[in-house]
C-alpha cells in the first residue's frame, strides 16, 4: 500500500531563517506531487506541484521554492522567512490518470 | 473558468440530525469528484469520489453524495450526524487537464450535542 510521509510535524522558526519541508511517498512511482498551504481559518492554497523529477510548477508567485530531486521526493524550501509564511503546510501525492489526492499529516510552521 | 463552489462556509447541526453540504462545480465537461475531510491539526481524508457511472456514490464513515448533472452539483449527505463528524469538509473537482484538484473554500461543520 502507499504512504506519504512529512516532516517536521511543528516548526517555530525565527523571521529571516531558512526553510525545508521533506516529502516522501511509498509504494509507487512517478506520482504527482504537491505542496498546499492553509492559513488559520482558511481554505487550501496550491503552492507547487510536480509531474516528474526535476519538473516544478509554481502557482503562486511567494518567498518558497520546491524541489524533487528523487521520484517519491518534494522538498518545499525558503532562504528568508516571512510572518507571512506562517500556517500549515500539507504535501500530497496523486496518481495521474485520475487527480485522486493523498494527503499527508501536514506540519504547522509558526514565523515568529 | 473552472471552479467548484460551497456556498456554506459554516453549517451547524444537532447531533443525530440530517446533514447536507452543498457543492456546485462550473467545468466545461463532467469532472471527476471528490469530498474530503480535515479534522483540526490533520491532513485531508477522501470520504468519497464520483467518476462515472452510478450517480449515488456511498463513502465511508456512512456517508453518501448525488451527482447531478443537470445542476452541476455533487452534494454531500449523512443521515445522522455524529458529534465526531465535526470538522472542516471540502469538495474537490479533477478534469486531467491541468493535473491538479480544483478544491472549494470548504464548510466548516458544528455538531451540537
Known amino acids: 500500500s502507499q504512504t506519504i510521509h512529512q516532516w517536521p510535524a511543528t516548526l517555530v522558526q525565527p523571521v529571516g531563517s531558512p526553510l525545508s519541508l521533506e516529502c516522501t511517498v511509498e509504494?509507487?512511482?512517478?506520482?504527482?506531487l504537491y505542496w498546499y498551504r492553509q492559513a488559520a481559518g482558511r481554505g487550501l492554497q496550491l503552492l507547487f506541484y510536480?509531474?516528474?523529477?526535476?519538473?516544478i510548477s509554481s502557482e503562486v508567485p511567494q518567498n518558497l521554492s520546491a524541489s524533487r530531486p528523487q521520484d517519491r521526493q518534494f522538498i518545499l524550501s525558503s532562504k528568508k522567512l516571512l510572518l507571512s509564511d506562517s500556517g500549515f503546510y500539507l504535501c500530497?501525492?496523486?496518481?495521474?490518470?485520475?487527480?485522486?489526492?493523498?494527503f499527508g499529516e501536514g506540519s504547522r510552521l509558526t514565523v515568529l | 473558468a473552472q471552479s467548484v463552489t460551497q456556498p456554506d462556509i459554516h453549517i451547524t447541526v444537532s447531533e443525530g440530525a440530517s446533514l447536507e453540504l452543498r457543492c456546485n462545480y462550473s467545468?466545461?465537461?463532467?469532472?471527476?469528484l471528490f469530498w474530503y475531510v480535515q479534522s483540526p491539526g490533520q491532513g485531508l481524508q477522501l470520504l468519497l469520489k464520483?467518476?462515472?457511472?452510478?450517480?449515488l456514490v456511498q463513502g465511508i464513515k456512512g456517508f453518501e453524495a448525488e451527482f447531478k448533472r443537470s445542476q452541476s452539483s455533487f452534494n454531500l449527505r449523512k443521515p445522522s450526524v455524529h458529534w465526531s463528524d465535526a470538522a472542516e469538509y471540502f469538495c474537490?473537482?479533477?478534469?486531467?487537464?491541468?493535473?491538479?484538484?480544483?478544491f472549494g473554500t470548504g464548510t466548516r461543520l458544528q455538531v451540537t450535542l
Open positions: 500530497a501525492w496523486s496518481r495521474q490518470s485520475t487527480g485522486e489526492l493523498f
Open positions: 509504494g509507487t512511482s512517478n506520482p504527482n
Open positions: 510536480s509531474v516528474g523529477i526535476g519538473q
Open positions: 467545468y466545461g465537461a463532467t469532472p471527476y
Open positions: 464520483y467518476f462515472s457511472g452510478d450517480t
Open positions: 474537490a473537482a479533477y478534469t486531467g487537464t491541468a493535473s491538479k484538484l480544483t
